[in-house]
T-cell receptor, first 116, second 115 residues
């Protein structure tokens, strides 16, 4: 079974600054996907970024980037130029490759607050 | 496309009552799942389906039933609600393409309070 751990229950950052959210995972699989989801107060789950384990290059989406360290089983999210709209709960999630049927294993979540 | 829809948005139940949380998707996705979200625990998988007529248990299936008679719908039934089932419930759907698992689409969630 897989486990995902987010060790930072809460983080805060000033507007326009950079913040990094941590995530570690444990798996014996070699083929898998990792995700960061954002959940604003509306509760909607919004995909922020996706990383395939076989890709060595770190995924990037505008101001969001990841540091994927496969050997260390670490998958951190960096948010650059933080904006007030980034205030949300952030979840790290794991999905097996192959016949996973879309099943996700989530971390506990990190509440991020961006201050003006 | 409406994507993934869930009804109701909010529901209050008394202990022992039964109810069905509805989930529908109009994207012809083969895979559908139910998760519950509790503080400090993230989202946990309750049940999932890989196609019409095929369902299986996830991490926390006790107290919940599912069925999938069509590709579009995947209702979650609480047979006898308990306060421990107070939670936010999310339905999700996805598909695979050429061996690659595509990203999950989530519904807006249903907040359930069991008194």
């Amino acid at each position: 079974a897989q486990t995902v751990t987010q060790s930072q229950p809460e983080m805060s950052v000033q507007e326009a600054e950079t913040v990094t959210l941590s995530c570690t995972y444990d798996t014996s699989e070699n083929n898998y996907y990792l995700f960061w989801y954002k959940q604003p107060p509306s509760r909607q789950m919004i995909l922020v970024i996706r990383q395939e384990a076989y890709k060595q290059q770190n995924a990037t989406e505008n101001r969001f980037s990841v540091n994927f360290q496969k050997a260390a089983k670490s998958f951190s999210l960096k948010i650059s130029d933080s904006q007030l709209g980034d205030t949300a709960m952030y979840f790290c999630a794991f999905m097996k490759g192959g016949t996973s049927y879309g099943k996700l294993t989530f971390g506990q979540g990190t509440i991020l607050t961006v201050h003006p | 496309n409406a994507g993934v829809t869930q009804t109701p948005k909010f529901q209050v139940l008394k202990t022992g009552q039964s109810m069905t949380l509805q989930c529908a998707q109009d994207m012809n996705h083969e895979y559908m799942s139910w998760y519950r979200q509790d503080p400090g625990m993230g989202l946990r998988l309750i049940h999932y389906s890989v196609g019409a007529g095929i369902t299986d248990q996830g991490e926390v299936p006790n107290g919940y039933n599912v069925s999938r008679s069509t590709t579009e719908d995947f209702p979650l039934r609480l047979l006898s609600a308990a306060p421990s089932q107070t939670s936010v419930y999310f339905c999700a759907s996805s598909y695979s393409y050429r061996g690659t698992q595509e990203t999950q689409y989530f519904g807006p969630g249903t907040r359930l309070l069991v008194l």
